[in-house]
Each structure stands twice: as C-alpha cells, then as structure tokens.
C-alpha cells in the first residue's frame, strides 16, 4: 500500500508537472500569437504612406507638385513628362504597393516565393505560358521613349518603396519588397490579357461540345446572338439566325448533381456614346462601366496627369502608367471586351516524351525549364514543351495540346496605343493610336470636343475559320502564322455628331459583315435594354446616362420568370405549399433586380438550375460541364423555351422541365431561402487577396446584391461594374467617374473603402480636371523635388 502510495504521488507530480508544461506552451502560444495580433494592427496604423510635405533627393529633371482631392485621387502637374511619369510611379507604389506586388507575381508565377507551397500549383499553371520571355520581348520592341518613360515609372516606384511604410500585408507575411523593374508595367498590364482574352480551355470545350452534338451542334448550341434581343453596335440589318434545329435522340430526366450553384456569370462591360446632336449639353456624351472582378483594393487606380504636352485623367490599370480608360483635353474614350476568337489549339499525337507526329514525320519539341522558388521549402523545377504549333498545355499523354497566340507570336505592347490615346487630338489621331492595339480585343467608343462620336474594334484577331470553335490535327496540319484581319476590316462607325451607339460585349455587326470573328458573343440582354432606353430619349442629358448605368431591369430574366409562371400553372404546381412562396415572388416579379425582389432571388436561382442542367440533358457529364462553361447556355433555354423545337427537353415538356427545376431550387436551398430578398441573398463582400489565408478583416463592405448579370447595373457575385464614367466632352470638371471602394489600397488608410456608399447609391463624382478645379478641390500637397 505504501508502496503504491509512493507510485501514485509520484504519477501525480508528473501528471501535475505535464499539465503546468501544456499551460505554459499554451500560454507562450496565446502570447506570440496576441503579439502577432498586436504587430499586424500596428503596422496596419503606420503601414500608411505620407502624402503632404516635401520628398527630396529624388531621380527628377524638376520639381513635381501632386495635389490630392477629397477622394485622395492625386492631380500630378510636372514640367516635362519624364518626372510626370515617376510622379505616377511614385503615388501608385504610395496607394497600391502590395496590390501591384502581388500582380506581378500572380502573372510570373512566382506567388509561391512569397506565399509558400499553397500556390505552386497556380504558379505552374501561369508558366505553361512563358509570360516574362513574353513582356521582355515586348520591352525590347518598344520604342527609346517608351522605354524611357517605364523606367521613370519603375523609378518611382522603386523610390516610393523605399522611402514610404511598407503596407501591413509585408509584416504579416514577414517579406519585404523585390525591386521594380521597367518591364514589370508591362507584367501588370499582361493580366488583363490574361483575364480578358478567348481562354485555350475555352476552345477545347466547345470543340467537345461540337464534336458530341452532331451536325447541326453549331447552329444549335453556339448561336452569334439571341435573336429576339440583338442590339447591334452598328445597327442595320440584324443577322439572321436560324430557328433551334430539332434534335434527334430521347432524353433522360436530369440527373446530375452539381455542389452549389455552379454559378456561370457573364463578364463584361458597358458603354455607349452620342454625338453633339442628340445632347442636351450641346456636347458629346460618354458612358463607360467594365465589369472586372470584385476585390479589394479595386483593379482601377484613379489619377489626373499634367505636363506640357500631356493632360489625361481618368482611370489606369494599378501598375501600369498613362491613362487607360477616361479622356485627355481633347477627346474621352471607353472600352468594352471584344469577345472574339484569339488562340488556335492544335492536338498534337507524341509518340515519345518529346517527340510528336507530323505530316512529314516526327519533330522534337523545344523544352523549357522553369525553377519555382517555394517560401519555406525546397525548389520546385519542371518542365515545359514548345510544338511548332505553340507552347503545350497538358504534362502527359499521347494527345497532348499546343496553342498557338498572337501575343507569344507577335509580342507588341499595347503601352503605345494607350500613350497615343492619352495625346489623341481627334477621332482621327485615336484611331491611328488603336490601329496598333494589339489585344486583348476591345470595342472602343471615342467622342471628341468637336461633338462627334464613333465607335471601331480594335486588337488582333486571327483570320482564323476555325473562329475559335475546333481544335486542330496538328500532324496535318503545317505550322503557319496567325494572319491578322486588318483594322480597317473590323467593324466601325465613322464620326458624326449624330452617331449613337452601344455595346455591351454582344455582337457588333448586323448582316453582310463577312467574318463571324468570335465563337460565341456575350448574350445582348444588357445590350438591348440600354439601346432601348437610348431609342426613348430625344435628346439626352449626363443624367440621362447614370440613370442608364443604374438601371436594374433585366429583360431576359423577366422573359424567363414568365415562362416559369406559366409551366407552374400548367403544371398545377403554383399550388404546392412549397411551390407557393417562390411562385408568388415570380409572379410580383417586374424584372427589376432590386435588393428588396424576392423574385429576383428565385428567378435567378432557377436560371442557374436550369442552364446547368439543360446542357445535362444533351451531353455526358464532362462535356455538359464544358457546355455550361463556355457556350451561351442561358440564352439557347431561352430560345428553346420560346420556340418549343423538338428534342430540346424531357418528352418535349418544357413546362415540367422548368417545373422539376424549380422544385430542385427549393429542394437545395429551402422553401423560405429561395425567395429570400435578392440583397440579402446576393450581398458581394470584396476579399483581400489574402483572405484565403485567414486575413478577411481586410475584406471590404458587404454590398446588398442589386443588377445581376443581366441588367446594365452588373452586380454579380464575382464581377461588377469596375468604375462607372460619365463623361460630357469638353466639360471636362463635369461629368465623372467612380470606383467602388476606394483610392487607397492600404487598410490603415481613411481611404481605404470610403467611397463605398456613394457607389451602392450611383452617384456621379466629377473628376477635376482644369487648374482651377483641382486647387479648389484640394485637400493635401506633396511637393517631388531632386
């Protein structure tokens, strides 16, 4: 008994001794990481760049004066242009740092050497594209004075980084800044490449989809337009687009499940223009809205520059210099993306590692070694094979895919045609500047102070007849260069003061345009509800144009609402206790996408429903994916829902295909869920980049959920309206332009998403532009010297 006793004090002091150890790990754990807690929220309060006062010392020929609006967007006035354009990368590197940092990584592949293993597999994926060899070359292309001008811009980057507080995302990360170079502008400039391209993906779906749906898979399932809805930019004649062929072949009841909504959202953009004539200011007026992805700091920086020679304000990409988007004293400009064909994909049959077919025998692919710099481990190197046709996007396999792109083959800069626009003194001069666009392509409207308006497209299309759509035999097939279609065969509208047009990435052309140029257009649903507010308005005002850009009806998801109305009452089953809720929402549903319509919630979850599973009831699973990933699925249901052709749905029933698709809505999400208010049920949140590592209190606002995808008042869940512009030509202190958050991309900074509520509210904020304007809106000077 003494003898266990013994044991059992024993075990207890252990046992004590053990529990006092835990706790005190715990606590060491609780403090370092209350210290961490404690060193992000300091440096978030001094990780601040000071923007008042004298910073001397610096690579100018000159002084440079930056005032700073209630906005905090800096007004840059320098002496010659050089200064003017470290002066941009100076205030860039003050508000935006981090952001431009980690696009230039994204872009490079190189997250991993910030952010360790996480991301290796997105830094493979970008270097399946050699993206520096691609800018360096770009780099070495441009002109003397271009290169100059991007080396001042990394100079004052550079000068920024070193003499400001790093941004709070560097102390918690424990990194630092790497040296900007003078090609990094063009690095950031290449992610809207990138991002707004025709994907090589892309293309090898619908070539799936095309092959699987048998002859007349083209004409049904890949259709230019929506032809009840087709707003042309050019006008005229639409094209004609045939009736939904029948399809041959039973259907099966839908029976695959996909996690979530899937959501398939549609990017793009909005703009439309008028000439003197049809204005109430007697001016030209332009509207401009990209729709880009929703983060925080925004993708837009706004900036006012100034040097003898040179006056442009407006908006530019963070990162890149010169105005992108926005008008100089003579002219204002907007875009939206082009959506037309850019890769060529080629299958490509290896009959070794590196050794693949061709029509006169086999060829050894070029390889390329790529080393990955991973944070807190090892290096990662793989490689990389290059075809005759182009760089090869699969590992492994005896097919394997090379895609040939203009923008590999052909690396020009876009930087000049946008340094031309920003010193554009007419119509004229602009479109010389957009002849040597290179892409991604882009539908442009101009108006310039002489009231006239125009629209062109510009960028490089192939003259491809493939538009896109299939993939090649590469072994016979003979390695040629991408033929170009000449500016001057793209579509246009010459200036005049009475010219209006619109597009909203949908079809440009009307019939006798000769080319197709794009796969598949973005549906015209927003094209066709701001053509018709144009077509109701005699002579518009700038009012007139942010009414427009706030507009949140939807035609074709009130079309769609419609048909579901009618399947339930047919169906008998409007009168279902759970049908109920969401068949009344329907019914009250007017087509405006407003945070308080419960039936905008409904429509638009049985929209994703079913256009998921109306490509299910054609094709395999793989390939119903492929379907619903790239072709214009929404817009061929609503075709078929309107025309009713045979094959197209589950024993020809449309009514109990839409009425299964609603009870499938209800059954995922709940009978009160599925018409909940459209705000609550589609509120945005812009995330930090971070914020997949745990960092989400750098999240921006939640945003009530208001437009959709479809109404001109864009907002998704993954995209929005970027900016929105308003611009009376000539009146330049008029006017005005917004983005969503706000200027700074430093969370310790009042600046940070000031400016949220405004936007939420379409408030138009002018942009000053002329002396006088800018020093009265003054609120902060900073003075660059040598």
């Known amino acids: 008994m003494l003898l266990g006793s013994g044991r059992t004090a024993e075990s207890m002091i252990v046992v004590r001794r053990l529990v006092f150890t835990l706790l005190g790990a715990v606590a060491v754990v609780a403090l370092a990481i209350a210290a961490y807690a404690g060193w992000i929220a300091a440096s978030v309060h001094t990780g601040v760049a000071e923007v008042e006062g004298t910073r001397s010392g610096l690579a100018l020929q000159a002084s440079v004066r930056i005032l700073r609006d209630d906005r905090d967007v800096p007004h840059i006035k320098a002496q010659n242009v050089h200064d003017l354009f470290f002066a941009q990368g100076y205030v860039t590197a003050s508000d935006r740092l981090f952001q431009i940092d980690l696009t230039r990584r994204f872009v490079l592949g190189e997250l991993s050497e910030l952010l360790g293993g996480a991301t290796i597999a997105v830094d493979q994926s970008k270097r399946t594209f050699d993206a520096r060899g691609v800018v360096d070359a770009q780099f070495a292309r441009l002109g003397a004075d271009e290169k100059t001008l991007l080396q001042a811009y990394a100079d004052g980057v550079n000068a920024a980084a070193t003499r400001e507080p790093l941004p709070p995302e560097y102390h918690a990360l424990f990194a630092s800044f790497a040296p900007w170079r003078a090609q990094d502008a063009l690095v950031v400039g290449f992610a809207t490449v990138l991002d707004l391209a025709d994907g090589w993906n892309d293309v090898i779906n619908r070539d799936a989809v095309l092959r699987a749906g048998g002859p007349h898979a083209l004409e049904a399932f890949y259709p230019l337009t929506d032809p009840k809805w087709d707003a042309p930019t050019l006008g005229g004649t639409h094209i004609a687009v045939a009736p939904l062929p029948a399809l041959a072949g039973t259907h099966a009841p839908v029976a695959v499940q996909w996690n979530g909504e899937t959501r398939r959202e549609t990017i793009g953009s909005n703009e439309w223009v008028a000439g003197a004539a049809r204005t109430t200011t007697g001016r030209a007026l332009l509207a401009n809205d990209p729709h880009l992805d929703r983060a925080i700091p925004g993708i837009w920086h706004l900036i006012d520059l100034q040097a003898p020679g040179f006056h442009a304000a407006g908006a530019t990409l963070a990162g890149t210099p010169g105005v992108i988007l926005g008008h100089n004293e003579h002219l204002a400009w907007g875009s939206t993306n082009g959506t037309v064909a850019a890769p060529r994909v080629y299958n490509e049959t290896f009959t070794g590692e590196r050794t693949y077919k061709t029509e006169h025998g086999t060829q050894t692919a070029t390889e390329r070694v790529e080393t990955f710099h991973v944070r807190f481990g090892a290096d990662v190197t793989r490689s990389y094979l290059q075809t005759r046709h182009g760089f090869v996007i699969d590992r492994s396999g005896p097919v394997r895919r090379a895609v040939q792109w203009s923008a590999a083959e052909q690396p020009d800069s876009p930087v000049q045609a946008f340094l031309g626009l920003d010193r554009a003194v007419s119509i004229e001069s602009a479109e010389r500047a957009l002849a040597t666009y290179p892409g991604p392509t882009q539908n442009f409207v101009l108006a310039d102070t002489t009231g006239r308006a125009a629209y062109t497209l510009a960028g490089a299309i192939p003259d491809d007849p493939a538009w896109g759509l299939h993939v090649y035999r590469g072994e016979t097939t003979p390695a040629t260069a991408l033929h170009e279609i000449p500016f001057d065969r793209l579509p246009h509208r010459a200036p005049g003061r009475d010219v209006v047009a619109a597009n909203s990435n949908n079809l440009q052309y009307g019939a006798g345009y000769p080319l197709r140029l794009s796969p598949s257009y973005a549906p015209p649903y927003r094209g066709a509800e701001i053509t018709a507010r144009l077509a109701a308005i005699a002579k518009y005002s700038p009012a007139d144009f942010v009414a427009i850009q706030s507009e949140t009806l939807s035609v074709a998801e009130r079309e769609f609402a419609r048909f579901i109305v009618a399947a339930l009452e047919k169906t008998g089953a409007s009168r279902d206790v759970d049908v109920k809720p969401s068949y009344d929402a329907l019914v009250a549903f007017d087509g405006h996408m407003e945070p308080d ?167 138009l904020t002018p942009l000053p532009f002329s002396d006088a304007a800018v020093v009265r809106a003054a609120r902060r000077t900073e003075l660059l010297t040598p």
Do not use: C
Not at 754 to 761: A, C, F, I, M, N
């Open 597 to 763: 319509s419960r039936g905008a919630t409904v429509v638009q979850r049985v929209r994703f429903a079913a256009a998921r599973d109306f490509g299910a009831m054609h094709f395999t699973t793989e390939i119903a994916r492929a379907y619903f990933a790239t072709a214009p699925a929404f817009t061929n249901l609503l075709r078929a829902l309107r025309e009713r052709p045979r094959g197209w749905f589950p024993h020809d029933d449309p009514d109990a295909f839409l009425t299964a698709e609603v009870r499938q809505t209800i059954k995922q999400f709940g009978v009160a869920e599925t018409a909940t208010p459209f705000g609550d049920a589609y509120a945005v949140v812009p995330k930090h980049p971070l914020s997949a590592f745990g960092f989400t209190f750098w999240n921006g606002p939640r945003v009530p959920g208001r437009g959709g995808s479809f109404a001109p008042a864009v907002q998704a869940s993954i995209n929005g309206q970027s900016f929105r512009a308003v611009w009376d030509v000539g009146n330049w202190d008029g006017g005005g332009i917004d983005i969503p958050l706000g200027e700074s991309g430093e969370p310790g900074s009042p600046h940070y998403t000031e400016l949220s509520d405004r936007y939420v509210h379409h408030i």
